[in-house]
């Protein structure tokens, strides 16, 4: 429901509207490569034996749970939610591990303070449902579609709940179009690229009508660091726009938004294994800077 349709909005923005200047593009790959402080190695991985059919058969299981608990919840350079929240996820894969097509939930464990309609302060509990599809093209590269849809403090606010609107100015759905690419066995590049919905995708103009933006966000990972079951990934992301100044994340131009390192280790207890990443985030342009706990309970 949201893949197809749009290389376009990357495709007629690359060829037609270039706003920023090539060196900002080429600012976030770099600055996300000097932090590995050295030349990259790719490293072939081993290749495990290779199971009969019977056996693949047998293993196989088409649908997956997954539960997190945080401390908060941040994405592309945003805190969503300050509030400790739960993420869950049900996923279908295909046979061959190449298509996935999921639904993530969050809910906050306690309210964020927002403004009605009216103008009053009420509290209201972070709340998402989003769907989500990839593919695997190669080992190496992938492609996805997200339909976020948070909904957060609508009907708090006094509007009217929509769950399958997209309107530009509604305020809580969107689409993107994702692209991954692992460079190296430490190294990854990310594009996403905003389709439909745009709440807040666009740049007023003189006239007062809306110009969309179809902000694009590039990030780039680099693993410093890796013993036993411990690692440090450093990490560094912009935004921007081939067609306006403003993007979806950022006020005024292209910028560097999301900058920080994750730590992750495995902790074993009571016989059972709990994958633990914690992030340091900073946001250059808004001056946020957090630390997220993300504990995987299965």
Known sequence: MKLLLFKSGLAASLATYYKPSSKFFFKIIATGLLLSQGAIHAQDSSKSEVKNSSTMED???PFNIHM????MHTWH????????MVATS???NSKNKKFVFGLWGGAGFSGDPITTNGGDRVNA???ELSI???YHITDKFFIEAVSHNNYTGVEERGDVLHYWSYKKTQGYNFVDLNFGYQVTNKTSLYLATILAGRSGDYEVQNDGSLKDSYTHYLEVKHKVWEKDNNSLTLFTGGAFSFLTDKTFYTDQKANIINVGAV???TVKAGGFSFPIEMTAMWNPEKQKTVLQVDIALF
């Open 68 to 71: 997190h608990l945080k401390n």
């Open 77 to 84: 350079g945003f805190v969503v939610t300050p509030s400790p």
């Open 263 to 265: 730590y992750a280790r």
């Open 90 to 92: 049900l996923e279908y």
């Open 132 to 134: 989500y599809t990839s």
């Open 125 to 127: 509990n972070y709340k």
């Open 59 to 61: 293993e196989y299981k």
